[in-house]
């Protein structure tokens, strides 16, 4: 199923009994951040919120959590709610191999209806507020941002569609931080080597996949939007803006349509990020907005981020997974999964076959050096290709029954690592940690290892049996 916008794929949570409409007046603060974090307390199950009554906004609608649990996730992908979540990882590693999927351009969007190039006020227009007490300002958090690279504009996959937040400074200035490995912070150092500014949009309330894709580690010259087409399973749908020649989701809510001042930086943050701490006030570029477009009565779409799991660990959890695990399986075909889930793959689990003693402390180092591995991948636990590593009880036992402290842990000193972990030290380095939590084959010593229990014969096909007779008699294990 294709949602063109953030509404269609709402409709579609609601039919499926997984959105909660909130009708009550609420005051933005503190309200709306403490609701967010109450949602993701209740479970991977929760439902996405919609707030329709804020006070001191007459037609203000906020929307918060809409991929933040497994049956969303699901949904999003146009699979049943209740898929498992390795066979959503499966699903989507498959859609991920049809890339690219060319895209469809047209020439007009329900965000234009309304256009404001003057005395623009941003809280006029978006129901803005902070997540967490000790956030500095109010963040924008969950918006495409698009950006091209100016000495390459005509390429068109190093035009990036990424998610980065955005202090709100005044009532037309943001302050944004553009990582530098990451593509906008490419696009920026161009831009300033050039002594120009560079334009960007910011598309707010945009449609699930888009917004997933945003948030994922592709290359630098793969489209998002060619990605995003790959994922739903049909072209996804754009519109070029004329001033800053930016190709557009189409179903935006708000688009904000600006440019990064070349040179200019102010104090940004602190801010409760997605580590579930505080980042530290940093110096950090400025956006300057020159024309704000929305549909009317439009939907504020924020993401809560603190301690995991909230929404965030939904967003970049299979999309984390997807392109490490095919990275990992171009090196080494045995590698049968990849869970990457954890903090946007701080931590990762990988199953796969072993052909030889020490195999899987290989496979952990190279998981270290893909692209993403590079600032991530602080903690790899590597378990046998019958483990599966979305199966926590599983991996646990594994670690319980095959780990060696004394043989299978390997640890690497000063590696890179995203400068936001609070366990870095400086911000930006860290000890790295390789668990080898398979069994040990020759010509380890531990060889002749006690054989795994192996299950019964027909327990597949009696998993199948049981399922069957549980959704006859209305059995629901959740």
């Not at 993401?303 to 660990?313: K, N």
Request: charged letters at 25%; hydrophobic letters at 40%; a negative charge.
């Amino acid at each position: 199923m294709v949602y063109r916008d953030l509404r269609s794929f709402l409709e579609k949570l609601e039919s499926e009994g997984q959105l909660l409409r909130v009708t009550q007046k609420v005051n933005l603060e503190p309200d709306l951040g403490s609701a967010a974090r109450a949602i993701n307390n209740l479970g991977d199950q929760s439902p996405a919120l919609l707030f329709n009554n804020i006070h001191g906004y007459k037609n203000g609608r906020v929307a918060l959590n809409v991929i933040g649990s497994w049956p969303n996730h699901a949904l999003m992908m146009g699979l049943p709610k209740d898929t498992p979540v390795k066979e959503q990882f499966l699903e989507f590693a498959r859609r991920w191999s049809h890339y690219p999927v060319p895209v469809e351009r047209v020439d007009s969007a329900p965000f234009q209806a309304n256009v404001i190039t003057e005395n623009i006020n941003l809280f006029d227009i978006l129901p803005l507020f902070r997540l967490n007490r000790e956030d500095s300002g109010c963040f924008i958090d969950k918006a495409c941002v698009i950006s091209r690279d100016l000495d390459d504009p005509d390429h068109f996959g190093k035009q990036n569609t990424g998610i980065y937040r955005l202090q709100v400074k005044g009532k037309d200035r943001l302050g944004i931080q553009p990582i530098p490995t990451h593509d906008i912070g490419i696009h920026l150092r161009i831009a300033e080597e050039r002594g120009e500014n560079l334009p960007v949009a910011i598309a707010i309330g945009c449609d699930p996949v888009i917004t997933t894709i945003a948030g994922s580690p592709l290359t630098y010259e793969q489209s998002e939007y060619e990605m995003a087409g790959a994922i739903q399973g049909a072209p996804y749908r754009i519109v070029r803006l004329k001033n800053t020649n930016l190709d557009i989701p189409w179903g935006a809510e708000v688009v904000l349509e600006g440019e990064i001042i070349a040179g200019k930086r102010e104090l940004e943050g602190p801010f409760g990020e997605f580590t579930g701490s505080y980042s530290d006030a940093r110096l950090q570029p400025i956006v300057q907005v020159k024309k704000v477009y929305f549909r009317d009565h439009p939907i504020f779409e924020h993401l809560y981020l603190g301690m995991s799991w909230t929404e965030m660990d939904y967003m970049t959890s299979i999309n984390t997974c997807v392109p490490l695990y095919h990275q990992l399986k171009e090196a080494f075909p045995e590698v049968e999964a990849v869970n990457a889930m954890y903090n946007q793959g701080l931590v990762a689990i990988i199953s796969t076959k072993t052909r030889f003693g020490g195999f899987a402390k290989a496979v952990g180092v190279r998981a270290m050096t893909t692209p993403h591995g590079l600032g991530y991948c602080k903690i790899v636990i590597v378990v046998d290709d019958f483990v599966d590593p979305f199966n926590l009880p599983q991996v646990m036992w594994a670690l319980a029954t095959r780990v060696a402290p004394d043989k299978d842990l390997v640890v690497i000193p000063n590696a890179s690592v995203l400068s936001l972990d609070p366990s870095s030290e400086p911000p930006g380095i860290t000890h790295k940690l390789i668990i080898d939590a398979t069994t040990p084959k020759a010509p380890e010593s531990r060889s002749q290892f006690a054989p795994s229990v192996e299950p019964p014969r027909d327990t597949v096909k009696w998993e199948k049996i049981l399922k069957e007779l549980m959704n006859k008699q209305g059995v629901d294990l959740h």
